[in-house]
């Protein structure tokens, strides 16, 4: 399998714009997908097939790709937009990985 | 409304056997796969392996094949995961997750099961 690698931070104001990387040999052929989750709760599906939101997720994220890095843009960070945010992939035989988290602080 | 809804929290010994269940409703439970994932405390996510409720099939990470096994049984919607003999590094918080019909993403997550082992 893979591996895919993550900032373990990421610090912004609110209303600013938050970028969170996400970086694998395999993201070029394979899709990424973002999680948030906030403490105490499950993860959500925020982003799927690199730049899909998923309905009920705000317009404020949005994905992108570029070679071997995906990337998790939230617009107009708001405070209840802090929580751990996870990027997942598969690789051709349909084996998942996960990054390692990035933790989200709204300073 | 599709829901996974999983079952309650566990505290268990060393060497202990353990099933845990993750109920699914609102949609056709044989269609669609479904994962495990684990969280250790203050860790983050890893994924276990997943099962496709219609036909039994089974795929595990690398690092869980043979700690653990997947199953399911598709006449009351449910799949599980348990363990033969227990350790202390099982404990965690484990997730199932509902993989997207048309790609890779796990669209809906059942509310997690605290599995605590401890002598």
């Known amino acids: 399998s893979y591996e895919l690698t993550q900032p373990p931070s990421v610090s912004v104001s609110p209303g600013q714009t938050a970028r969170i990387t996400c970086s694998g040999d395999?993201?070029?052929?394979?899709?990424a997908y973002w999680y948030q989750q906030k403490p105490g709760q499950a993860p959500v599906l925020v982003i799927y097939?690199?730049?899909e939101r998923p309905s009920g997720i705000p317009e404020r994220f949005s994905g992108s790709s570029s070679g071997t890095t995906v990337t998790l843009t939230i617009s107009g960070v708001q405070a209840e937009d802090e929580a751990d945010y996870y990027c997942?992939?598969?690789?051709?035989?349909?084996?998942?990985?996960f990054g390692g988290g990035t933790k989200l602080t709204v300073l | 409304e599709v829901q996974l809804v999983q079952s309650g929290a566990e505290v268990k010994k060393p060497g202990e056997s353990l099933k845990i269940s993750c109920k699914g409703s609102?949609?056709?439970?044989?269609?669609?796969?479904i994962g495990w994932v684990r969280q250790m405390p203050g860790k983050g996510l890893e994924w276990m392996g997943i099962?496709?409720?219609?036909?039994?099939?089974?795929r595990y990470s690398p690092s869980f094949q043979g700690q653990v096994t997947i199953s399911a049984d598709k006449s009351i919607s449910t799949a599980y995961l348990q363990w033969s003999s227990l350790k202390a590094s099982d404990t965690a918080m484990y997730y199932c997750?509902?993989?997207?019909?048309?790609?890779?993403?796990?669209?809906?997550w059942g509310q997690g099961t605290l599995v605590t082992v401890s002598s």
């Open positions: 997942q992939s598969a690789d051709s035989s349909g084996t998942y990985v």
């Open positions: 395999a993201l070029p052929k394979q899709y």
């Open positions: 099962i496709y409720p219609g036909d039994s099939d089974t």
């Open positions: 997750a509902r993989r997207d019909g048309y790609n890779y993403g796990l669209d809906y």
């Open positions: 097939k690199d730049s």
């Open positions: 609102g949609y056709s439970f044989t269609s669609y796969w």
